[in-house]
């Protein structure tokens, strides 16, 4: 069982800066993979970025390349997305997820076992 806390959202202008923060609980973080999920009203839950179990390899949707990276601390059972330039159309609420399998896997969203109660993310224009 892996529980999961996010922490970091808030309000902020477009064009501004956020880091979010997962932490996790349970044992053999390490073997998971995580990944950040955005969903807004009205909206399908999306992924936004998915990090492997040791860090090395990184997936972000085309809509936050270049303004978002994830990372993750094992020694801290953490994983954070960073995010900058924001943007109105990012608002919504964001939740990390903990999966385990193969690289590809971490695309899909539904390999996802585990989930945070999420934090809400408002860009203002």
């Known amino acids: 069982q892996v529980q999961l806390v996010e922490s970091g959202g808030g309000l902020v202008q477009a064009g501004g800066s956020l880091r979010l923060s997962c932490a996790a609980s349970g044992r053999s973080f390490s073997t998971y993979f995580m990944g950040w999920f955005r969903q807004a009203p009205g909206k399908e839950r999306e992924l936004d970025a998915a990090?492997?179990?040791?860090?090395?390899?990184?997936y972000y949707a085309d809509s936050v390349k270049g303004r978002f990276t994830i990372s993750r601390d094992n020694a801290k059972n953490t994983v954070y997305l960073q995010m900058n330039n924001l943007k109105p159309e990012d608002t919504a609420r964001y939740y990390c997820?903990?999966?385990?399998?193969?690289?590809?896997?971490?695309?899909?969203?539904?390999?996802?076992?585990?989930w945070g109660q999420g934090t809400q993310v408002t860009v203002s224009s």
């Open positions: 990090i492997s179990g040791g860090g090395g390899i990184t």
């Open positions: 997820a903990a999966g385990w399998g193969t690289i590809a896997m971490m695309r899909s969203p539904q390999k996802y076992a585990y």
